[in-house]
């Protein structure tokens, strides 16, 4: 039995690898470039006072990736990017009640284990006002399937003062529970995702510049979780996300500030705010060391529980998912970029990120926090170069 991973953790390390820089619609390569990044992501231990039933060891993940982009003709590049994922550990499989009334954990035995195989495939043309790129992804594990589509394009107007990105996706995955029989679990099912997104970036002087953006995804299909005792999702959820971000050149400290802002809504009456604010600071020519605070807040789906309601039949949604409760979430972590002297344009990355869950950073408090809210640490090390 294995429960899905948040696709968090490959967004955490990306966002650690990113570099200050003030910039538009990026130029076609004139080399290869290889980047290999390996990072490590390891749960704290669930307290054993909030568990029934179930080990308390959760979740330790080892994340592989790889990056080559590589120009072609005269206009043309292609990348290809894979990510291989190892993980094993225990999660929550419901929530139940004490003699007090407080809910506690349901956890599974901590022998779950599951690899991840992700592989994509992008071709950009480059034009005289922008450029235009599809992507196809393919991600494979042992119960899940998903096949991906992107197309984008980007386009540069106001003598390269300004630029709109714009683009769509589209995904299909097939859920196949490997111990359905066992567990008397949906033995196949399948979900499709469509999202369409547009952002303009306008350069305000030589030093800063704003990006306005505005996303929209639309799934269809089994969006419950059939690794849990009792989960019932409404078979559609719509999406809306608005952000910006601010990037300020400092010459006389010779940093950068970045500071991202994103609002998220969606049709299971989940509000998010997440705030992002990162300083990029130069120490002589070759060293980068970026310290950084995340700032996450959500409320609580319409149809969450904190404890699993069994009375209720099965056409009443529920989940007592605790990524589903009010909780907000703070994170601290730091990068240190250093340009490798002996490698051209060769540069050697270190990021350290700590998270740390809690009812009592949300802007929407509930009365009882959810016992199985998450705290990590993600380490990582990615080396690249151009030959």
Request: no cysteine.
């Amino acid at each position: 039995m294995k429960v899905k991973q948040s696709p968090t953790v490959l967004a955490l390390t990306t966002a650690a690898m990113a570099l200050p820089g003030i910039s538009l619609a990026s130029p076609q390569p004139s080399r290869i470039s290889v980047a290999v990044q390996t990072s490590a992501y390891s749960e704290a231990n669930q307290s054993t006072a909030d568990i029934v039933i179930g080990d308390r060891h959760r979740y330790d993940i080892d994340i592989h990736q790889l990056s080559i982009t590589t120009p072609v003709a005269e206009n043309f590049s292609i990348s290809l990017d894979t990510a291989r994922e190892l993980m094993s550990g225990a999660s929550p499989w419901g929530t139940t009640s004490d003699i007090n009334g407080e809910p506690k954990l349901i956890m599974t035995g901590a022998t779950i284990s599951d690899q991840r195989t992700e592989i994509a495939v992008n071709l950009t043309r480059y034009q005289s006002w922008g450029n235009l790129s599809a992507t196809v992804e393919s991600s494979h594990e042992q119960d899940y399937d998903a096949l991906g589509l992107k197309l984008a394009a980007s386009y540069e107007f106001n003598r390269q003062q300004s630029i709109v990105d714009y683009g769509i996706s589209y995904s299909s995955d097939t859920l196949e529970p490997t111990d359905a029989d066992l567990y008397g679990r949906i033995k196949k099912a399948d979900k499709d995702n469509l999202s369409i997104f547009a952002s303009i970036t306008q350069i305000i002087n030589q030093q800063s510049q704003l990006k306005l953006g505005l996303g929209y995804s639309s799934y269809h299909g089994f969006l419950s979780d059939p690794y849990k005792l009792r989960d019932i999702r409404p078979p559609e959820r719509d999406q809306i996300s608005v952000s910006g971000q601010y990037r300020k050149y400092l010459a006389g400290p010779a940093a950068a500030l970045h500071v991202d802002y994103r609002y998220y809504t969606d049709d299971y009456d989940i509000d998010a705010h997440t705030l992002r604010i990162a300083w990029h600071q130069n120490i002589g020519n070759n060293l980068t060391v970026t310290p950084s605070v995340r700032y996450y807040s959500q409320s609580e789906a319409g149809f969450y529980r904190l404890i699993d309601d069994f009375s209720l039949p099965d056409s009443v949604a529920q989940s007592s998912d605790y990524r589903l409760s009010a909780y907000g979430a703070i994170t601290y972590g730091v990068t240190v970029s250093y340009q490798l002297p002996i490698v051209e344009s060769g540069r050697l990355s270190l990021a350290i990120e700590h998270y740390q869950a809690d009812s009592d950073f949300s802007h929407d408090k509930p009365n009882i926090a959810h016992p199985g809210l998450i705290e990590f640490t993600l380490a990582l090390v990615g080396i690249s170069a151009k030959i």
